[in-house]
């Protein structure tokens, strides 16, 4: 079978059940958005060579990632049954990986950070940064389709897990973080009278 099927040289690309929708549509941004970050997590688990500690964890992000763009690419009224696994203990995943690599850490996550540090820190603030990014598209396709809860609340997660793996990698390699601004509530605490 070939690669190309000359179906999208007008601009349409088909979604899963077979209806086509233009290619800057929503669904189709977001689905984009999630594939850039899969593609810099990828590019991180290259950089970080096979015995990493973080290949195992990193995997599975990836596996999930094709699972729920698999789910995001069903429009809720197609009949064709997703079978693809939801990975519905995504966000708990991530916050118990989250506060493993807090506890190991030599100082506490107080600040907003320039991304940076070494080239391992700035590939996780990519990944974050397009996680981001994706949650803001997803958003807007919640506002026109159903979306399992389990996926916006993965994709949140996941964001503040490659914050706190640029953090990790620094602080393993001993870089110091130039930092910017203390976090917003962390000010508004240190504002109140003693």
Known sequence: MKIYTKKG?????GLFGGS???KDDVR???IGTLDEANSTIGMLRVKLGNGH?????LHKIQKDLMDMMSHLARPSDAKKENKNPMP???AVFCEEWIDALEAAMTS???YFL???GNEVSALCHMA???MRRGERRLVSLTKTDEVHEAIPAYINRLSDLFFTLARAEMDKAGVAEEKWQLFLYKRFKSAEPS
């Not at 500690?53 to 964890?57: G, I, K, R, T, V």
């Open 9 to 13: 040289d007008k601009g349409t690309t």
């Open 28 to 30: 189709i941004e977001c």
């Open 128 to 130: 974050r940064t397009q």
């Open 53 to 57: 500690e973080w290949q195992p964890n």
């Open 88 to 90: 519905v203990d995504g």
């Open 108 to 110: 506490p996550s107080d």
């Open 114 to 116: 320039l991304p940076g």
């Open 20 to 22: 086509r929708v233009s």
